[in-house]
């Protein structure tokens, strides 16, 4: 009978499909009389939908907003700088030509750079940055993010001024006002030691969105800089690049250094504002951890769904013992069953995210006009829109964690399947 058995088992598995998937499958599609382990399925393959696709769109989200905030960050600070540390720099064209003949580099600035005090009729700390409009267009997007005046309106000798859109507010100041920038340096003079000051024009404001570069940025021409500070002629504070890779700004920047002589230090953007984009980095991986535990949940409903089928079906199982299935062949029966839940509900949060994802700036407007909301108000925030950034990494991962979880969760109920002692299931059958 036994090996009947077997044969009659090994002829429809091969002639059809494996025993194992076969079983699984007729397990799943099959109108049970159980509807509330239909149930229990249809709501495990819906958790983790709704968690692969909130995972998928939260983070995407989370991605653009990073974006976002590296462009508009990015646009006026360096991706580094290299700044001499005994004397001024000299020469400093020269130096300008060699560095941009590198691969690495997309181009590169002089600048001064000053904290100062400025007044009008406010008055703020701002830090106070000598440019040359010609070389600062190639190395920042400051020009793109004038919302009053130009860059071209700064001008060796005629002392004028680009300020940022908040510090102006605060400064209270327009196009044509005076502002007076006081250095924290001293003079010798008669009457006793006193700050370097000038009057300076206002000729531009720019906003980048961004409460720091706005509120505490000034621009001037670099040789007024110079002259505010008693600087030799020619001589500038440093180098900004631009570079073709930021994550090796750093290593780029101290290259570079090393070829010039004098001893230089060497900043990159990660030092300027490393711990504001390492704070989004840390939400996302917080948000990432947090969402799973949907996708966790909807595992363990998987769980409860197979334990049950498995008591279900204790007379099925005996009956296919004694036929000669092993207990490996009853494993796999509960496993592709689990792991079809999952690889469905994940398919199907992977299609849902990623058209949500995509779609998010159209579905946020929607949803505003339908509740009568709005989600990011322009006179509170920079940022009035719902940013996405689609990554193909992120669905890889959040579609192999999902699958993961599935196959996991179909391990214990499969194993306690696979020791069902036919003699016992059978007794009152």
Sequence with gaps: ????????????????????????????????????????????????????????????????????????????????????????????????RHVNERDDVVASAPYIEVGAWLQANGSSAALVRGIDPEYEVTVSEVGSHMVRGSLDG????????????????????DLGDKVTVIAPRLKASPMGASPLMKRFTVVGMFEFGEYENDTGLAMVEISDAARLLRMPEDSIGGIRLRLVDLDSAWWVAREISAQLDGAYRVRDWSQERGNLF?????????????????????????????????????????????????????????????????????????VGGILLAQNIATVVPYLEQLFGFALFPSDIYYITELPSDLRQGDVVAFAAMSLGMSLLSTLYPAWRASRTDPAEALRYE
């Design 154 to 173: 700064l001008r060796g000798g005629e002392y004028g001024i680009v300020l940022g859109a908040g510090l102006a507010m605060r400064l209270q100041v």
């Design 278 to 350: 390492q704070a989004v980095r840390t939400e996302k991986s917080v948000m990432w951890v947090i969402l799973s535990l949907i996708i966790a949940v909807a595992a363990f409903n998987i769980i409860s769904m197979l334990v049950m089928v498995v008591t279900d079906k204790q007379s099925d199982i005996a009956i296919l013992k004694t036929m000669g299935a092993h207990g490996g062949t009853i494993m796999r029966v509960f496993v592709v069953q689990g792991s079809l839940i999952g690889v469905i509900g994940t398919a199907l949060g992977v």
């Design 1 to 96: 009978m036994q090996l009947v058995g077997r044969r009659v088992l090994w002829s429809n598995s091969h002639m059809h499909k494996p025993l194992s998937a076969f079983i699984g499958l007729r397990y799943l599609r099959a109108k049970r009389q159980n509807h509330f382990v239909s149930f229990i399925s249809l709501t495990s393959m819906l958790g983790i939908a709704l968690g692969v696709t909130t995972l998928i769109t939260v983070i995407s989200v989370m991605n653009g907003f990073e974006k976002e905030l590296r462009a508009r960050i990015l646009g006026a600070i360096s991706h580094a700088t290299i700044q001499p540390l005994e004397r001024p720099l000299n020469e400093w064209r020269e130096v300008i």
